[in-house]
């Protein structure tokens, strides 16, 4: 049964990451598009029906160029870097669970990966390992555009890092569980509100801890406004302005996966995940992350960068602050709701 | 008041007064580089982020205009004027044909010099777009720049429908302008009137109150009147820093001074305040242009005439011989302006554009020289880059607003 | 059970691979590598003994925080500042010796104390279980048995933190470049050369002109004519404000 279950969980790991690498594609095209469409741009409409085709004609271009290694870069570190950012990407999404344990054939499937109960933990870790692509990228390009901008990345992300942790205790505290499915549980219940009944979304019983988690993972993932450590017009295209080829679009593929397993964290996390008013399953967890994917493209379009010291400001002096804050808060009211107090 | 008649000590002071420790960093920014606005190279000493020393480079885009200006005849001249400040092409042949102008002693038709004003106020509208768009795409605005492109595009149609071409013109001729304007013209630039108010509030919905666009302009970039005053500043970054200095005003040319107008002074002298400035500046020529239209008599003459120094009319040239004669001698041996020297300046996008031309009587001009704003406005950056951040840099050269074409020449 | 060993011992030698790649690699971030490496593998063998929150936090903490950190001030020293790593000092070599004998001294008798496997503590499969979980677990007794241990470590990361902060304070770049600004300031206007002139009290009130709020809560002085504002500039009474 150890074995059956093993071979069930990599099937669906397999297929998961399939449709990750999928999903990723299209979202460049999404972005694409929908920037143009602020924009008032077309975007990429001329490979297939709405452009569709594009990501894979993007795909073949990369694959097709020269991979360069600059003279004086670190060869190896150079050349490994790239796939650590982007092998480490989709294992987040490794945790979330897309729906009940499907039976077919008489075997029971659970639709997710792994049910760890440190899932949360997981997540983060996995986050925190990630930075190691972008900072050795940086360092072995041997250019200062790309020092400067693994710098930037480092600091940010160990700051940022912080608060997307903080911002998810209270969360912990009210499910009492660090397993993404029990808080997924937790939050099929109903919050009553006087005459109002309510899902048990933490998005209504944790908004600061939301906000707090949204502004964090749009700085974890090195989106605009907190792009810095690729600001193109300051750094180049700061730690990777080496590469070329499929090295480079190893990077840019790992900060798309990044997002969409961000979105799908946030869904699970805040949203109830695949819960949802009708007909529960998969779908409301897409349409919830895509909630978020639109709101990433939607900053990218209307926001300007932050500066550097801006950035590292808002973490340290605003951010932590009202995280803590969070924190005592909801141990102060769970304390009060188990008559500790 | 400055005296000049005392002697006024000038230090020489290396820009880079901070002893070199081994933390620092040597940036080259440029010249191959996105922001750095055509091909400046900008040599950087960072401390961390810190800005320590910044030293411009320039002259990568250095064509020796001034050089062409004396091997060409006068005329011969304007298309190069397009081809300094790239962006702004009416306004550039403005200043120059306003200095042979004034050389040579005559004076365009009040029509043509409505239009004049009509044209070189279009093209401030279209630079600042350019300078907007550029500038907020720098700090990381993406959009703006696709909206001030979607409107810099109506102006270079209304160009296009003047005089044929969008971007290096070659507009504006010595004595006003030979061919009709088109009858839909003034309609057109009505139209354009009516709907860029609403363009501008769009620019501004995005920026001036956005909580990032203030951190990253506020306080940055400062520049005192008085130090703005030493660098010979002009344009937005000398009126950015509350000094009242516009061409226009002080030393009225065309008609300006028929029109009702206002000049934003900024009051804090940073980057935000010259972007206030300019974009009050582009709600002023707004106005400009709305009286322009309403004063423009609708018939007359376009062109001065009777006058060695001008093309004589197409009609004149095909139907008398004197006019033949005239147009031959204009087109193969050129003019011959009077013996002196001329400098004159107009109010340009950037700042204060000025001709300065020598002539010793022959058809082609003995010295010519260009004051072009841009050039004098980047003196002024690593003043406002000391201590600053690297990702202030992008922002001052924008706030500069500086055209390689223009500053290298 | 064999296949764990197995894991278990392939986890091992890369982690003790790992260990001696920081000793012998010659460029610091490739030691760094080294270590991150090892630690990786030390939290897949906590993994393997079950102690999935150990292994997380070890992650997050070494892996993900302080080599982190090391890596970022190594990039940040010059090449040149860094201390020779594999220069022969007798002295160094010497006391490296004696303090890696000792170690493995203190190990070795803990072993041949306890045997291989340890003593057992109160902890067992079925307790962890009954409290729900070995997170749970840790949790509770950290955060009882060790409170004060807890506390202290906090207090102690606490004045290293604030001693970093002091300690790390930037030598005044802003007062040199203060300095440096001043001297730039090349004054043909004022006979005395680089006087910066003072700055009225206050200035004569817009004869025609105006003051409009441009927003983000900035007001621009509209000049219609070219003698207004020429005696000083508009700048001084507004930044006053």
């Avoid at chain 1, 729906?99 to 499937?109: E, R």
């Avoid at chain 3, 993994?47 to 992650?59: M, S, Y």
């Avoid at chain 3, 004054?187 to 002109?209: F, I, K, M, T």
Wanted: hydrophobic letters at 50%; charged letters at 15%.
């Amino acid at each position: 049964m150890e074995w059956q279950r093993l071979i069930v969980s990599y099937i669906v790991g397999f297929v998961l990451l399939n449709v990750l690498l999928g999903l990723m594609a299209y979202m460049t095209w999404f972005e694409r598009r929908v920037l143009a469409r602020m924009q008032h741009r077309v975007g990429p409409n001329r490979t297939g029906p709405f452009g569709l085709l594009q990501p894979i004609a993007d795909g073949i271009k990369l694959l097709a160029k020269e991979d360069i290694v600059p003279a004086n870069a670190d060869r190896l570190v150079f050349l490994v870097a790239p796939l650590l950012s982007f092998a480490l990407a989709p294992l987040g999404a490794a945790v979330i669970p897309f729906g009940d344990t499907l039976h077919l054939f008489g075997i029971d499937i659970p639709l997710l990966v792994a049910d760890i109960n440190v899932a949360v933990l997981y997540v983060l870790a996995l986050g925190s390992v990630g930075v190691y692509g972008i900072i050795l990228g940086g360092y072995a390009s041997g250019n200062r555009y790309s020092l400067l901008g693994a710098l930037r990345s480092t600091a940010q992300v160990i700051s940022y890092e912080l608060v997307l942790g903080l911002s998810l205790v209270g969360v912990l505290i009210l499910s009492g569980s660090l397993s993404l499915q029990d808080i997924l549980r937790e939050q099929q219940r109903s919050l009553v509100l006087g005459p109002l009944t309510l899902p048990n979304w933490y998005i209504l019983s944790q908004p600061l801890a939301f906000a707090l988690f949204l502004i964090a993972a749009v700085a974890e993932t090195n989106r605009a406004p907190f792009d810095l450590p690729e600001a193109e017009t300051e750094l180049v295209a700061g730690y990777f302005t080496e590469y070329s080829g499929f090295r480079f679009s190893f990077y840019f593929l790992a900060e798309y996966i990044n997002m969409i397993v961000v979105s799908l964290l946030a869904a699970t996390l805040f949203l109830g995940g695949i819960d949802g008013p009708i007909a529960d399953g998969v779908w409301w967890l897409a349409i919830k992350a895509l909630f978020f994917l639109f709101f990433y493209v939607w900053l990218r379009a209307t926001l300007p960068r932050f500066r550097y010291d801006q950035l590292m400001g808002l973490a340290w002096k605003v951010l932590l602050p009202l995280a803590l804050l969070n924190i005592a808060l909801t141990g102060l009211v769970r304390l009060w709701g188990i008559g500790a107090l | 008041m400055i005296d000049f008649s005392q002697p006024t000590p000038v230090i020489l002071s290396e820009v880079r007064q901070i002893s070199p420790t081994r933390r620092e960093l040597v940036l080259n920014m440029g010249p191959q580089h996105p922001s750095t606005h055509g091909v400046l190279r900008v040599r950087l000493t960072l401390e961390g982020e810190t800005v320590i020393a910044c030293d411009p480079v320039i002259g990568y885009l250095h064509r020796g205009v001034e050089k062409l200006g004396e091997s060409h005849r006068y005329a011969q001249f304007v298309p190069w004027t397009d081809r300094t400040d790239y962006v702004a092409a009416p306004s550039n042949n403005l200043g120059y044909v306003l200095a042979v102008e004034k050389l040579c002693g005559i004076q365009a038709p009040e029509r043509a010099q409505y239009w004049r004003m009509i044209m070189a106020e279009l093209t401030r509208i279209a630079s600042h777009l350019v300078w907007l768009g550029t500038h907020a795409l720098d700090i990381g605005a993406l959009s703006v720049s696709l909206y001030t492109f979607r409107d810099r595009e109506l102006i270079l149609d209304i160009f296009e429908k003047f005089c044929g071409a969008r971007l290096t013109t070659n507009m504006m001729e010595i004595g006003g302008f030979s061919r009709e304007i088109p009858p839909d013209l003034p309609e057109m630039v009505r139209e354009f009137c009516r709907y860029f108010p609403k363009a501008i509030r769009q620019y501004e919905d995005l920026l001036t109150e956005n909580p990032i666009w203030l951190a990253r302009t506020k306080g940055v970039g400062v520049i005192e009147p008085e130090v703005a005053i030493n660098y010979g500043l002009t344009g937005a970054c000398l009126r950015g820093s509350g000094v009242n200095y516009d061409v226009r005003k002080a030393m009225p040319y065309l008609l300006y001074d028929r029109i009702d107008f206002e000049v934003p002074l900024g009051t804090h002298g940073d980057v935000y305040d010259r972007y206030l400035v300019r974009i009050e500046e582009m709600r002023q020529s707004i106005r400009i242009i709305e009286q322009c239209l309403d004063q423009v008599p609708t018939d007359g003459p376009l062109m001065a005439y009777e006058s060695q120094y001008v093309i004589p009319p197409h009609k004149n040239v095909m139907t008398t011989a004197e006019d033949m004669q005239r147009h031959f001698i204009w087109v193969i041996k050129g003019f011959s302006p009077p013996k002196g020297e001329v400098y004159h300046a107009v109010e340009h996008s950037k700042g204060e554009l000025g001709y300065y031309i020598v002539s010793d009587g022959s058809p082609i001009p003995y010295r010519l020289r260009i004051r072009s704003p841009d050039f004098v406005n980047l003196q002024s950056l690593p003043y406002m880059a000391q201590g600053a951040m690297l990702a202030d840099i992008v922002a001052l050269i924008g706030t500069i607003d500086i055209v390689l074409g223009s500053v290298d020449r | 059970m064999t296949v764990q060993v197995l894991v278990f011992w392939l986890l091992a030698l890369v982690a003790i691979l790992g260990a001696l790649g920081v000793v012998a690699a010659r460029n610091p971030i490739h030691s760094a590598i080294g270590l991150v490496l090892s630690f990786l593998n030390v939290a897949a063998i906590y993994l393997i003994a079950r102690a999935e929150f150990l292994a997380v936090v070890q992650v997050i903490v070494y892996a993900g925080a302080v080599i982190v950190l090391v890596v970022f001030v190594t990039m940040l020293v010059h090449p040149d500042d860094l201390p020779e790593f594999h220069g022969r000092r007798p002295l160094r070599i010497a006391t490296g010796l004696v303090l890696g004998l000792a170690l493995l001294a203190e190990v070795s008798a803990a072993i041949l104390a306890h045997g291989l496997r340890g003593t057992p503590g109160p902890w067992t499969d079925d307790t962890i279980a009954a409290v729900g979980g070995n997170t749970r677990a840790l949790g509770q007794v950290l955060y009882s048995d060790f409170m004060l241990a807890i506390q202290l470590t906090a207090l102690l990361l606490l004045a290293a933190t604030i001693g970093a902060i002091a300690l790390a304070r930037p030598e005044a770049v802003s007062e040199r470049l203060a300095a440096a600004r001043r001297v730039m300031t090349i004054s043909l206007a004022h006979p005395r050369g680089l006087d910066q002139p003072a700055l009225p009290a206050a200035l004569p009130e817009p004869q025609n002109g105006r003051v409009k709020e441009a927003g983000g809560g900035r007001p621009i002085v509209l000049a219609r004519t070219a003698d207004e504002f020429t005696e000083q500039p508009a700048w001084g009474e507004w930044r006053a404000r």
